[in-house]
């Protein structure tokens, strides 16, 4: 499978919380739920925005600067589809060794949840403390101890 894009029009009303802008979409965002970041088209070019589907309501806060001097708005949402990187980062790599434990222990599925949650990382806390996740979750190499 090839890496592609699909293009979602979208719509919905603008919120402030203490971190910035939020984008309510006015419709629940279905069957696109694993995909925790996309790219969103107001008209003005294209910005990173991070996804978060509720029960009901779906939000996207922007991770870049973008304008919306409106209460309603409305784009086209940009998410990837396909085959995602596969190389494991060096500190996961490192804590792993450190440890003693085994990546190779990972499925091809494991391997691209364990590295989208890990990418998903909005702070070097975050990354830091989701390396430490997915490493504890990792057998030990046989024959060293951890």
Not at 5 to 34: A, I, K, S, Y
Not at 42 to 49: D, E, F, N, S, T
Not at 70 to 94: Q, Y
Not at 114 to 135: C, H, K, N, W, Y
Request: no cysteine; hydrophobic share 40%; net charge negative.
């Amino acid at each position: 499978m090839t890496r592609t894009t699909d293009h979602f029009p979208v719509h919905g009303t603008t919120r402030h919380d203490e971190h910035g802008l939020l984008l309510v979409l006015d419709h629940r965002l279905d069957g696109h739920d694993t995909f925790l970041s996309g790219r969103l088209d107001l008209g003005q070019g294209q910005a990173a925005v991070r996804i978060i589907t509720l029960d009901d309501v779906t939000v996207l806060r922007p991770m870049e600067t973008i304008e919306v001097t409106t209460p309603s708005w409305a784009g086209t949402l940009h998410l990837p589809h396909g085959l995602r990187p596969r190389s494991i980062p060096g500190d996961l790599t490192d804590a792993a060794r450190t440890t003693h434990r085994d990546l190779d222990a990972l499925d091809a599925a494991e391997l691209r949840y364990a590295l989208t949650f890990l990418g998903e990382s909005t702070t070097e806390q975050i990354r830091i403390a989701r390396v430490e996740v997915i490493v504890s979750a990792l057998p030990t190499v046989e024959g060293e101890a951890a």
